[in-house]
């Protein structure tokens, strides 16, 4: 267990990656749960033999008083419960989206600021092995000073079979997956102070966009385009894998299909297998997300007991969100040209 005692909020189809992950993590690990149906808190209560089961999350919080608490429902309920957290000096994990809006999201944020309490996002993507790879490469400089970067995500996978409410929100792609993409070229070529955004709906089973296409102007003079969809029916689906693209000044890096990443220099061009560990807990092909699971989780007791802000804090996930929100207004302009510093 260790020393950082756990409670989780929403026992759904996610958060069991995310009590696997906290069964492995050193130092943490859940004491309690809570979920509004008393099926799924039944089946996550058994599978994991946690015994304190809640309905009620303050009262869970009041009667444990966990460490820390791992809210794991969608994005409805996090500002509330969020908010429960803090207003009880609880150091919270939010998933992703972390809100619907930027109001919402600058509440939570300045809340917890307020009580001096730490706020993280679970955004796991940046986290995953082939991209830590990719980052560990442009830090060396072997590539030069990046011009171009491509980040990119394209699939057919029938992820409204898992997730439902992926079918019927307004808002899709870019809200649910897009805005992993968004945050993984925040963390590869920095803030970025333009985005242009066109998006389509292709599958017409469902209610929001399941395409979307992205060129961003960064801070330091790169540009980067940042696609994804979950309508391309190709040879190889590669669900759910993000591909990446980076031109140098000096060089290029190419994060292929199947993790196979390509450093090309003036001496030639290597490559290297940065395919993610498949835990003994994980499934093909979701191993790469799971594998993540557990490193944004490690981090974030490693932040607690070293009282360090988590590197996915709230305040980060606010240019996060506010390019998610800046790609959605650019979209319903036409592809208008949005700051997202000004949202
Ligand atoms: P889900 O609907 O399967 O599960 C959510 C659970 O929360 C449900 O069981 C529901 O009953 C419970 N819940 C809702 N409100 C509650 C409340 N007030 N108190 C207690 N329980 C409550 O959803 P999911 O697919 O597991 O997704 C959950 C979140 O995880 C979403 O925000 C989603 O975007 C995110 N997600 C993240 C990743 C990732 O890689 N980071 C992957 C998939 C999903
Ligand atoms: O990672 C996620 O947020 C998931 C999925 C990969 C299906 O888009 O919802």
């Not at 391309?232 to 990446?244: G, I």
């Not at 799971?290 to 009282?307: F, G, K, P, Y």
């Not at 709230?314 to 650019?330: I, K, Q, W």
């Given at each position: 267990m260790g020393e950082f005692r756990g409670a989780v909020i929403g026992c759904g189809f996610f958060a069991v990656n995310q009590m696997h992950a906290w069964r492995d993590a050193a130092g943490g690990g859940i004491v309690a749960i809570c979920d509004l149906d008393p099926a799924r808190l039944a089946a996550v209560g058994n599978e994991f033999g946690i015994a304190a089961r809640y309905d009620d999350a303050a009262e869970m919080l009041d009667e444990v008083k966990p460490d820390f608490v791992d809210i794991a429902t969608t994005v409805k309920s996090h500002r509330p419960l969020v908010e429960l957290a803090l207003a009880r000096g609880i150091p919270v994990i939010c998933q992703k989206p972390f809100a619907s809006d930027m109001a919402d999201a600058r509440a939570m944020v300045e809340a917890a600021e307020k009580a001096g309490v730490?706020?993280?996002?679970?955004?796991?993507?940046?986290?995953?092995?082939?991209?830590?790879?990719?980052?560990?490469?442009?830090?060396?400089?072997?590539?030069?000073?990046?011009?171009?970067?491509?980040?990119?995500?394209?699939?057919?996978?029938?992820?409204?079979?898992?997730?439902?409410?992926?079918?019927?929100?307004?808002?899709?792609?870019?809200?649910?997956?897009?805005?992993?993409?968004?945050?993984?070229?925040?963390?590869?070529?920095?803030?970025?102070?333009?985005?242009?955004?066109?998006t389509q709906r292709v599958n017409p089973r469902i209610r929001g966009e399941d395409v979307a296409t992205?060129?961003?102007?960064?801070?330091?003079?790169?540009?980067?385009?940042?696609?994804?969809?979950?309508?391309?029916?190709?040879?190889?689906?590669?669900?759910?894998?993000?591909?990446?693209?980076?031109?140098?000044?000096?060089?290029?890096?190419?994060l292929g299909a199947d993790y196979r990443l390509t450093v090309t220099g003036a001496a030639g061009s290597r490559h290297a297998d940065v395919s993610p560990v498949l835990l003994p807990w994980a499934s093909r092909p979701w191993h790469n997300i799971?594998?993540?699971?557990?490193?944004?989780?490690?981090?974030?007791?490693?932040?607690?007991?070293?009282?360090r802000e988590?590197?996915?804090?709230?305040?980060?996930?606010?240019?996060?969100?506010?390019?998610?929100?800046?790609?959605?207004?650019?979209?319903?302009?036409?592809?208008?040209t949005v700051d997202p510093r000004s949202l």
């Open positions: 730490p706020l993280m996002v679970h955004e796991n993507f940046r986290w995953q092995t082939p991209i830590q790879a990719v980052r560990a490469v442009l830090d060396t400089g072997e590539i030069g000073t990046p011009f171009f970067g491509r980040v990119s995500f394209r699939s057919a996978y029938d992820v409204y079979a898992g997730q439902p409410y992926l079918a019927e929100g307004e808002r899709f792609i870019i809200e649910d997956l897009g805005i992993h993409a968004l945050d993984t070229a925040r963390f590869l070529f920095g803030e970025a102070t333009a985005i242009t955004a066109r992205m060129m961003l102007g960064h801070a330091s003079g790169m540009t980067s385009v940042v696609d994804c969809s979950y309508a391309t029916r190709a040879e190889a689906e590669l669900f759910p894998q993000t591909l990446v693209d980076i031109d140098g000044a000096d060089g290029s890096l190419r799971q594998e993540s699971v557990l490193t944004i989780q490690q981090h974030w007791i490693d932040c607690l007991r070293e009282n988590p590197a996915t804090s709230g305040r980060d996930n606010l240019s996060t969100l506010a390019l998610v929100e800046a790609a959605y207004r650019s979209a319903g302009d036409g592809g208008a």
